[in-house]
């Protein structure tokens, strides 16, 4: 994540919409890609202080506070209620009559900026429903549905029980995800070592990349590094994982135990992975923890950011632990682990230039 400044001189964050100093609101400008100031014009109409573009603040913003991204144009010129690049592909949102839900959703959407974030930072393709697109991207945030109880056995409504995972370029997290206390239960109760919003977006877009760029495309390569997706199927293989546990000695071939259950689960816990990664190196380098080589992460071969990110960890992991607290960077790369990681690294590369090149694709987006 890039360092931003507020015209006063104060750091801004990606999170804030208002500088913390000079009490100026602050947003996302799409005319100069950045976090900066915005004042009033005298006409009802916002101005960047940086790039001096006129902006509206996105109606999530203005309504729901949920979202601190602008939308270039004049309120004279733009639809009522209009939504900006990254809320137009949130489609379903929570029941906000219903205590605490305002507050989950809110920290859905900052997980998801950050994820829309890198992924325009890497630039990878995506787009919504409203632009033509072969696999347009959305998200569900939804809860479970409990069954309605009269006088404790009559049961009136429908049950629906929410689960978070891709479908057709569909993302669903269930809200559950965003309540810290269920989240730690059931990150204790699959014995994993972080469970985090981020991570489940991270995730979830890998099964989306899956779709859009392994496909049809690139299975004779995919085959050969995560194993044929059909043999078994992914039904067999979940019965098999939840009856029986991981493979035994998995961390000798995966990051963690649930890859182990099917490939495309392998793909996509790698992929969230090598995620994570590129936003620890971004954020590293902007500020100033570390240096890399080159401006794009993805002209740098990927030995170079696994030699950077080994000795980040160590430093980072100290500090944690100087503090009591688990490591903060956990993950080890054994050799079919860093195969996975160059496939994606390689992956994402032809793709992001495939699709510039030869796709009629004009990202609204920076
Ligand atoms: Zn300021
Ligand atoms: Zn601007
Ligand atoms: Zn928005
Ligand atoms: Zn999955």
Redesign the pocket.
């Known amino acids: 994540m890039k360092t931003f400044h507020c015209t006063c001189g104060n750091k801004l964050f990606f999170e804030n919409s208002v500088c913390l100093n000079c009490r100026r609101e602050v947003g996302w400008?799409p005319?100069?890609n950045g976090m900066?100031a915005i004042e009033l014009d005298g006409k009802g109409n916002y101005q960047?202080t940086?790039?001096n573009?006129k902006v509206v603040k996105c109606f999530n913003y203005i309504t729901y506070n949920v979202c601190n991204r602008l939308i270039a144009g004049s309120w004279q010129q733009l639809p009522a209620q209009k939504l900006c690049d990254y809320c137009q592909l949130t489609e379903t949102i929570p029941d906000l009559s219903v205590a605490g839900n305002a507050t989950k959703w809110y920290n859905l959407e900052v997980a998801k900026r950050r994820l829309l974030y890198l992924l325009d930072l890497i630039r990878l393709p995506y787009a919504s429903k409203n632009e033509q697109f072969e696999l347009p991207l959305s998200f569900d945030f939804k809860e479970d549905i409990e069954p309605t109880t009269v006088l404790g056995w009559l049961s009136l409504g429908k049950e629906e029980k929410v689960f978070t995972g891709h479908a057709n370029g569909k993302i669903t997290i269930n809200l559950a995800e965003a309540d810290p206390v269920e989240r730690e239960k059931m990150r204790v109760q699959f014995g994993e070592t972080q469970r985090t919003l981020i991570g489940h977006f991270r995730h979830e877009i890998g099964h989306y990349y899956w779709q859009l760029l392994v496909q049809g495309k690139d299975e004779a390569a995919y085959k050969a590094i995560f194993g044929d997706y059909e043999n078994p199927t992914y039904s067999q293989a979940m019965d098999f994982y939840y009856k029986n546990g991981p493979k035994p000695n998995w961390r000798n071939n995966y990051i963690s135990a649930y890859a182990t259950m099917h490939s495309w689960e392998d793909f996509a816990e790698t992929w969230g992975t090598y995620l994570d990664m590129i936003a620890v190196l971004d954020t590293a380098d902007n500020t100033d923890l570390l240096q890399l080589p080159g401006e794009d992460l993805q002209d740098t071969q990927l030995e170079e950011l696994l030699i950077r990110y080994a000795d980040l960890s160590l430093k980072v992991n100290e500090v944690n632990r100087s503090l009591g607290l688990p490591d903060l960077l956990p993950e080890t790369f054994s050799p079919p682990i860093v195969d996975k990681l160059r496939y994606i690294h390689r992956l994402i590369k032809k793709n992001r230039l495939a699709y510039s090149q030869s796709f009629n694709y004009t990202p609204a987006r920076n």
């Open positions: 400008c005319a100069c900066h960047c940086n790039c573009a």
